[in-house]
């Protein structure tokens, strides 16, 4: 059978090879030769017989049956879809990390945040290098602020000192210095 993973023998022995048979033994072999001819004739006539009993299932299907299969395929499809999600996912998290690219921003989740995903991976969901490089870089132009060597101004009450001012000191005084420059 062509389906039949095994490979058949070149050449069956025949009596003049093996003089040990005999007579008995010649016939024993052809019977044998029939035997596994008729099997083989027999698996692929089950098979054929398995796909058209696969056929009437189908075509007797009730619609609720249907509907249940196909069900099943959609969720099946659905679960390949959000673990196909999930692995772009944690492939971009991993890009993000070993990219040197990411030591201009102050915090690489930023980068995670603010770009889309589709726009530095492939088809695939592999992360492309350059896309990375160049989404860092239109992150950091349009929010500079995110940059890891940005200039950064301390929140102070009050507004920053002016150069010259003395420090009011801790607690009660520097209270009264902060609603005494408000005014």
Known sequence: MADDPTPEPSADPTPDENP??????????????????????????????????????EANASEAEKALEAAKAEGDQGARTELGSQLTSLRVELAVLKSEDTKKLADPDDLLVNVNVDDITDGNGHVDPKALASAIDDLLARK????????????VPGGPRQPGAPDPGPGKNR???YFAGAE
Do not use: F, W
């Open 144 to 155: 500079p602020h995110l940059a890891a060597n940005a200039k950064r101004v301390p929140q």
């Open 175 to 177: 209270i009264s210095a």
């Open 20 to 57: 040990d048979l005999g007579e008995k033994g010649e016939k024993a072999l052809a019977a044998m030769k029939e035997q596994v001819k008729t099997l083989k004739v027999e698996a692929r006539k089950a098979k054929e017989l398995e796909s058209e009993v696969a056929k009437l299932r």
